[in-house]
T-cell receptor
């Protein structure tokens, strides 16, 4: 069966510090991968998505970046965090064939920037 | 770009009352999906609608996809306290992007 792991679950970072959130998927190959942010417990904002290794599409201009160094690994990074980067970050995957489109979410990473 | 609007933002009901949330897309969709997020949790997939005019039921939940494939609704009959959470619709156009609505937060008073 497929599983998705996301870490860390919680982190508190000072303004200006770097960020690295990691997400890995197991039990499948060539998934579509997504990073969403949820601010103030509300809507889900699509940040990045990837259809393959090294292929990243950015949806919102910001100081965040994403990378996909391996087929089932998706990383969200920042060189210098802003206060506005606080939120709940969710990684998700979906298969590229069959029931494509249904997203499976990780448990999320709650980031507080102070 | 593609936008998905969802109303209402909040809904408070007494246990046993019905609940409906509505979703509208600015563009025609290839499919629409519904997710539920419990407080403190992550979104969990409920259902996907693909065909124009499609209606699907899951126990007390009824999902509809409009004829023009631009709107959808989720109706819960006789709500229970276990229904609390935020319900999101998410629309997919012609790409791999899935755009979420802002969600409807449902609270149920026992």
């Amino acid at each position: 069966s497929q599983t998705i792991h996301q870490w860390p679950a919680t982190l508190v970072q000072p303004v200006g510090s770097p960020l690295s959130l990691e997400c890995t998927v197991e039990g499948t190959s060539n998934p579509n991968l997504y990073w969403y942010r949820q601010a103030a417990g509300r809507g889900l904002q699509l940040l990045f998505y990837s259809v393959g290794i090294g292929q990243i599409s950015s949806e919102v201009p910001q100081n965040l970046s994403a990378s996909r160094p391996q087929d089932r690994q998706f990383i969200l990074s920042s060189k210098k965090l802003l206060l506005s980067d606080s939120g709940f970050y969710l990684c998700a995957w979906c298969p590229t064939s069959g029931r494509a489109g249904e997203l499976f979410f990780g448990e999320g990473s709650r980031l507080t920037v102070l | 770009g593609q936008q998905v609007m969802q109303i209402p933002q909040y809904q408070h009901v007494q246990e046993g009352e019905d609940f409906t949330t509505y979703c509208n897309s600015s563009t025609t969709l290839s499919n629409i999906q519904w997710y539920k997020q419990r407080p403190g949790g992550h979104p969990v997939f409920l259902i996907q609608l693909v065909k124009s005019g499609e209606v699907k039921k899951q126990k007390r939940l009824t999902f509809q996809f409009g004829e023009a494939k631009k709107n959808s609704s989720l109706h819960i009959t006789a709500t229970q306290t276990t229904d609390v959470g935020t319900y999101f619709c998410a629309g997919q156009g012609g790409s791999e992007k899935l755009v979420f609505g802002k969600g409807t937060k449902l609270t149920v008073n026992p």
